[in-house]
C-alpha cells in the first residue's frame, strides 16, 4: 500500500515564477491538507481540499491556490514566488472527518 | 499569535534516559492533540495522540499525558535510543480549526549512545 507521495522532490524557481506541486494521498484517503514548513519551523497549515474543494485555509495570500482532482490527487500552486516562499511543501492525507494525517516526504522549494 | 508554544528547542540524553518535550495550547476547543517525529529529509510521522477525555496515553515507550485545566500536554520517551534522535513536533486542532492543524515549532532530541 503506498502512502503519500509528493513530486517533484526539489524544486529551484527563480523570482516572480511561477510553480505547481502535486502530491497523491494514500490509498482510499479523501481529503488532502498543504503544510509550508520554512527551516528550523514547525509545518504551518495552507489549505486542504476535500470532494474537490477548499475547506479549510490558514493565514497564506491569494498566491497560494489549489486544486483536487476526482481520484483525490491534489496540486498546490504558487504564483509570483518569493524568496520567503524557500521552504519543505508538506502534503498530508486523510479520510474526511478524521484527524489521523499521514504526511509525504515533501517538496523542496529554492527561490533565487 | 503562536496557537502551540513548544519547549525545549533542544535536548540531549543519555542513551536509557528519559526525554520530556512540553507544549502548551491556547485555543480550548482545541480536542486532538498528536505528536510527530521527523527524520532530516523526511515529511513528519505521526507517533501518538490524545484526546482530552482521558489524562495520560501510553504506547510502547511513548506516554502523552495532558493537563487541560493547564492548557499542557508532554511527550515522554522512556529508555531513549539513539534511533529516537529527530525532531519531534506537537499539534493540536479542533473546534472551528477542524482537521486544520497548529504545529509547535519543534525539539531537536539528540540521544548520546
Known amino acids: 500500500d503506498a502512502g503519500v507521495t509528493q513530486s517533484p522532490t526539489h524544486l529551484i524557481k527563480t523570482r516572480g515564477q511561477q510553480v505547481t506541486l502535486r502530491c497523491s494521498p494514500k490509498?482510499?484517503?479523501?481529503?488532502v491538507s498543504w503544510y509550508q514548513q520554512a527551516l528550523g519551523q514547525g509545518p504551518q497549515f495552507i489549505f486542504q481540499?476535500?470532494?474537490?474543494?477548499?475547506?479549510q485555509r490558514g493565514n497564506f495570500p491569494d498566491r497560494f491556490s489549489g486544486h483536487q482532482f476526482p481520484n483525490y490527487s491534489s496540486e498546490l500552486n504558487v504564483n509570483a514566488l518569493l524568496l520567503g516562499d524557500s521552504a519543505l511543501y508538506l502534503c498530508?492525507?486523510?479520510?474526511?472527518?478524521?484527524?489521523?494525517?499521514?504526511f509525504g516526504p515533501g517538496t523542496r522549494l529554492t527561490v533565487l | 499569535q503562536q496557537q502551540v508554544k513548544q519547549s525545549p528547542q533542544s535536548l540531549i540524553v543519555q542513551k536509557g534516559g528519559i526525554s520530556i518535550i512540553n507544549c502548551a495550547y491556547e485555543?480550548?476547543?482545541?480536542?486532538?492533540f498528536p505528536w510527530y517525529q521527523q527524520f532530516p529529509g523526511k515529511g513528519p510521522a505521526l507517533l501518538i495522540a490524545?484526546?482530552?477525555?482521558?489524562s495520560e496515553k501510553k504506547e510502547g515507550r511513548f506516554t502523552i499525558s495532558f493537563n487541560k485545566s493547564a492548557k499542557q500536554f508532554s511527550l515522554h520517551i522512556m529508555d531513549s535510543q539513539p534511533g529516537d534522535s529527530a525532531t519531534y513536533f506537537c499539534?493540536?486542532?479542533?473546534?472551528?480549526?477542524?482537521?486544520?492543524?497548529?504545529f509547535g515549532s519543534g525539539t531537536k532530541l539528540n540521544v548520546k549512545p
Open positions: 498530508a492525507s486523510s479520510f474526511y472527518g478524521d484527524d489521523t494525517q499521514y
Open positions: 490509498s482510499g484517503h479523501d481529503t
Open positions: 481540499y476535500y470532494e474537490e474543494e477548499e475547506r
Open positions: 485555543n480550548t476547543a482545541f480536542d486532538y
Open positions: 490524545i484526546r482530552p477525555d482521558v
Open positions: 499539534a493540536a486542532s479542533g473546534g472551528d480549526n477542524f482537521n486544520k492543524f497548529y
